[in-house]
């Protein structure tokens, strides 16, 4: 019996260990993409290929979203995937962007804009080692703070509709670009709600105006790939303080109930009659 047990282990060993270890490398492999999209960002950007570099931060965003996915699908979501994870994006979404915008906008400022950007990497840094303190206390359909892929992709998409309207105006450009990496960084660490799509179910089907959405926003990625990732990049960016916003202004329902009020004890009240050898007891609630 015992070598028959033994046999059987061994035949489930072998043939459970090479699937595991495939789907596992799956999504670790494409999360190394985005890592390497997000290295060759920083290199285009030292290099002046700045439109180049932003592209690269649009195929990291992608690689960080079908990654995590990946993994939950095919249950192979780990601890050390969520580290890689936050790594990777330190370098992909935190110091990628904070070059392209240094490079391309905030160099004409000097130590202003070394100061900025350096504020927004920091920033991005703090705000994945919160999300992932918070990860299992947190709502699954909303995220605190500006997600550090919004951020990046935001500075990605305002440098794509740069350069399609071909302005030149560095100094403009820094003027804006400035306030702006700061703006980024403070929504990155501050509190306020941005929708989160990890808890959409994919089994359940789209309806019509999802589909319809889904085909028009195709549509005009394909013909105006620079404006539209700027649009898309810019809303989800202002998402966050309109939804605080629509919240604040709703009455909100108390977490905690009000407590009933307990029962006093009962007092006994010692009633002493005209005559002294007659006593009445009265119990009052």
């Known amino acids: 019996m015992r070598l028959i047990s033994g046999r059987i282990r061994e035949s489930r060993l072998k043939v459970a260990e090479p699937i595991r270890r495939g789907f596992f490398l799956i999504p670790v492999t494409i999360t190394s993409l985005g890592l390497l999209s997000g290295f060759y960002s920083l290199v285009s950007s030292v290099n002046g290929h700045f439109e180049l570099a932003a592209v690269m931060i649009a195929v990291a965003f992608i690689c960080d979203g079908l990654d995590g996915r990946i993994a939950r699908a095919s249950r192979t979501a780990s601890e050390f995937g969520v580290e890689y994870d936050s790594l990777s994006d330190v370098v992909a979404f935190g110091v990628a962007p904070a070059a392209l915008a240094y490079c391309w906008a905030l160099k004409s400022a000097g130590p202003i804009g070394i100061v900025a950007t350096g504020l927004y990497v920091v920033c991005g840094a703090l ?83 999802m589909l319809v959405g889904i085909v028009l926003v195709a549509a005009l990625l394909i013909a105006l790939p620079q404006l539209t990732a700027f649009a898309l990049a810019l809303a989800y960016v202002s998402s ?46």
């Open 127 to 209: 705000r994945l080692a919160r999300f992932n303190v918070q990860v299992e206390t947190t709502a699954k359909n909303r995220f605190v703070g500006l997600p550090i892929p919004g951020a990046a992709i935001f500075i990605a998409g305002v440098t794509l509709a740069y350069s399609y309207f071909e302005f030149e105006s560095p100094r403009t450009l820094a003027a804006v670009m400035t306030p702006m990496t700061l703006l980024l960084g403070g929504l990155m660490i501050s509190r306020v709600p941005y929708p989160s799509f990890k808890s959409m179910n994919p089994d359940r089907r789209p309806g019509i105006e």
């Open 240 to 285: 966050g303080p309109i939804l605080m916003f629509r919240e604040g202004m709703q009455p909100r329902v108390p977490v905690l109930r009000p407590v009933p009020k307990k029962a006093e004890p009962a007092s006994a009240t010692i009633v002493v009659s005209a005559s002294p050898h007659e006593e009445s007891v009265d119990h009052e609630s």
